[in-house]
């Protein structure tokens, strides 16, 4: 069973940066899979904001679309997501997920999708 563990999460202004990442393990390192963060603020559904699989493709939520970047620190087994710009509307638990293996032909496929989760970590956005 894959282990994600979140770090970095926090308070900051708005237009501030935060920096999360999710250490990855119990996965082969041959393994075909699918990463994503997720967002859940509180009363609304989680919904996803960025993925990447194996060969780097990575998908972005519209919303977070050239403020956001997920990458993944493949000697450190680390998934990263760089916050640009933040936003109170960003304010929520923030979720590292693991699909693997992914769908046909690489692809991450949906929020129900995703088989494992971290506990998350907070992000706060106000001023």
């Known amino acids: 069973q894959v282990q994600l563990v979140e770090s970095g999460g926090g308070s900051v202004q708005p237009g501030g940066s935060l920096r999360l990442s999710c250490a990855a393990s119990g996965y082969s390192h041959n393994s075909d899979y699918c990463l994503g963060w997720f967002r859940q603020a509180p009363g609304k559904e989680r919904e996803g904001d960025a993925t990447?699989?194996?060969?780097?493709?990575?998908d972005y939520a519209d919303s977070v679309k050239d403020r956001f970047t997920i990458s993944l620190d493949r000697a450190r087994n680390t998934l990263h997501l760089q916050m640009n710009s933040l936003k109170p509307e960003d304010t929520a638990m923030y979720f590292c997920?693991?699909?693997?293996?992914?769908?046909?032909?690489?692809?991450?496929?949906?929020?129900?999708?995703?088989?494992?989760w971290g506990q998350g970590t907070q992000v706060t956005v106000s001023s």
């Open positions: 997920a693991a699909r693997i293996p992914p769908g046909r032909w690489l692809t991450c496929g949906p929020r129900g999708d995703f088989t494992d």
């Open positions: 990447i699989n194996t060969i780097s493709q990575v």
